[in-house]
């Protein structure tokens, strides 16, 4: 239950800072830096052996959940013809 409560603290942290990351480097930059993390903690929850490494994978995947939804939300309404943006929105959060 801990784990779940700074997984979603850390997740909207990671919503926060790749919103900003986004605005400076681009919407799919953003989005590979977020596959790189989310490679990273599959790699560190793999060898984690000691309690506290599957903290820090945790940590990563809060950070990399929070970005991956930001970014990729900020992606759709933008790849959406204006028209039909409550469609193709509506159709990703069915999605995921």
């Known amino acids: 239950l801990t784990m779940m409560a700074v997984v979603h ?5 990671g919503a926060l800072c ?5 605005d400076h480097i681009g919407s799919l ?3 590979l830096v977020c596959g790189v993390l989310w490679t990273l903690t599959i790699v560190v929850a793999y060898v984690s052996t000691e309690k506290w490494h599957f903290w820090i994978a945790a940590n990563i995947v809060g950070a990399a959940l929070g970005g991956t939804g930001s970014v990729s939300r900020a992606l759709v309404g933008k790849f959406s013809p204006q ?3 409550g469609e193709f929105l509506g159709l990703w959060g069915v999605a995921i």
Request: hydrophobic share 45%.
């Open 83 to 85: 028209e039909k943006s």
């Open 29 to 31: 930059r953003t989005l």
């Open 9 to 13: 603290v850390t997740s909207a942290l």
């Open 18 to 22: 790749f919103g900003w990351l986004q």
